[in-house]
């Protein structure tokens, strides 16, 4: 027997994204820096001052720590939800 709780969470279908040439998958709509932690991915960029590895912080937006491209535009990859086959830059991100 299927507990209520069990019959009425679901879970978002999983999709595919590229990142610097990878593909990866992760439920639509889950925030990118979330989707990249949970593969591995936690260095995001170098600092521009030091040279220093950077990822995720705050997770909501505000240091901008997670700044990586996304199809061509410099986003924030917390505030960014995965979509099916976008592709993702992280080399070469100051």
Do not use: K, Y
């Not at 990118?32 to 590895?53: D, F, K, V, Y």
């Amino acid at each position: 027997m299927m507990s209520r709780l069990a019959a009425a969470a679901s879970r978002p279908a999983e999709i595919s994204f590229e990142v610097d040439g990878r593909i990866l998958s992760a439920p639509q709509g889950e925030p990118l820096a979330t989707a990249l932690a949970a593969a591995g991915l936690l260095q995001l960029r170098h600092s521009p001052r030091n040279g220093a590895p950077r990822g995720a912080f705050c997770f909501m937006g505000v240091c901008q720590e997670c700044a990586i491209h996304v199809d061509g535009v410099l986003r924030q990859a917390c505030m960014t939800p995965v979509a099916d086959g976008m592709v993702v830059e992280l080399r070469g991100v100051p």
